[in-house]
């Protein structure tokens, strides 16, 4: 079996590798585990951690390990998020497909379960939607957004975060909020997001006052 990897993950793969401090990528929703194999067989990660909190999805993880003859290097976990998994100093934890609010909630469970958080670990976020509530959410609780990158794919535009632990709670704009605080900085790389984003925004706008007054400030 091929695992070529689509535009969305391939964008997440290439973000994650960046972060790569300890070799070990703990990919929590997993379902297909292309992530994984992928960044195993070309030796971006050492190790994987595969989560889901379905079985079905578990199995074909699980399936994908053992076709590509990983199991030595992957192990599966049926878990909520990052329930019970063993999180080591410079990890990468990916989250990807899945809800902003199903993020959040992952991440501040998993901060709950820990006095301190483990050295140098990195968040990979690929949020399918609530992606501004996700930001808001993370500035709040101690965390900043190192990178941002989008992607356009089957018709969807996808955005993916790298984000670190500070502890310290930072502020965000709201133009930051809606907009990105590292994407911002980088839209002459990204017009149709720009573009994408503006419309939306402008729609939401009409019923939202937060999201028109972010809109009159924009250049
Ligand atoms: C749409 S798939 C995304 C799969 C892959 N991460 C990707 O980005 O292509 C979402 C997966 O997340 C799993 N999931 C949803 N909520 C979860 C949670 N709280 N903990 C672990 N897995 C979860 C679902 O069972 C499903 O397999």
Same mark, same amino acid.
């Given at each position: 079996?091929?695992?070529?990897?689509?535009? #969305?993950?391939? =964008?997440?793969?290439?973000?994650?590798? #960046?972060?790569?401090?300890?070799?070990?990528?703990?990919? %929590? /929703?997993?379902?297909?585990?292309?992530?994984?194999?992928?960044?195993?067989?070309?030796?971006?990660?050492?190790?994987?951690?595969?989560?889901?909190?379905?079985?079905? $999805?578990?199995?074909?993880?699980?399936?994908?390990? #053992?076709?590509?003859?990983?199991?030595?290097?992957? @192990?599966?976990?049926?878990?909520?998020?990052?329930?019970?998994?063993? %999180?080591?100093?410079?990890?990468?934890?990916?989250?990807?497909? =899945?809800? /902003?609010?199903?993020?959040?909630?992952?991440?501040?469970?998993? =901060?709950?379960?820990?006095?301190? =958080?483990?050295?140098?670990?990195?968040?990979?976020?690929?949020?399918?939607? @609530?992606? $501004?509530?996700?930001?808001?959410?993370?500035?709040?609780?101690?965390?900043?957004?190192?990178?941002?990158?989008?992607?356009?794919?089957?018709?969807? &535009?996808?955005?993916?975060?790298?984000?670190?632990?500070?502890?310290?709670?930072? $502020?965000? @704009?709201?133009?930051?909020?809606? &907009? /990105?605080?590292?994407?911002?900085?980088?839209?002459?790389? &990204?017009?149709?997001?720009?573009?994408?984003?503006? #419309?939306? &925004?402008?729609?939401?706008?009409?019923?939202?006052?937060?999201?028109?007054?972010?809109?009159? /400030?924009?250049?």
């Amino acid at each position: 079996m091929r695992y070529d990897l689509t535009v #969305r993950l391939k =964008m997440i793969a290439d973000l994650a590798s #960046r972060y790569k401090v300890s070799g070990r990528l703990i990919d %929590v /929703g997993a379902d297909h585990g292309l992530l994984s194999v992928y960044c195993l067989k070309n030796d971006v990660f050492k190790e994987a951690v595969l989560t889901d909190i379905n079985e079905g $999805p578990l199995s074909r993880a699980d399936e994908a390990i #053992r076709s590509n003859l990983l199991s030595e290097r992957a @192990s599966t976990m049926l878990t909520d998020g990052l329930d019970g998994v063993e %999180v080591n100093d410079g990890d990468v934890i990916v989250i990807a497909g =899945m809800g /902003g609010l199903n993020i959040k909630d992952i991440i501040g469970r998993f =901060m709950n379960e820990h006095d301190s =958080m483990p050295k140098d670990i990195t968040f990979i976020l690929q949020p399918q939607k @609530s992606l $501004p509530e996700l930001r808001e959410w993370l500035y709040g609780n101690g965390f900043v957004i190192d990178d941002e990158e989008a992607c356009f794919e089957t018709g969807f &535009y996808y955005c993916v975060l790298s984000v670190k632990y500070s502890g310290k709670e930072l $502020p965000l @704009s709201d133009r930051e909020i809606y &907009y /990105g605080p590292v994407m911002l900085t980088k839209f002459e790389r &990204y017009p149709e997001y720009r573009a994408f984003l503006d #419309r939306v &925004y402008q729609v939401r706008a009409r019923g939202d006052k937060r999201i028109r007054d972010v809109l009159e /400030g924009m250049e």
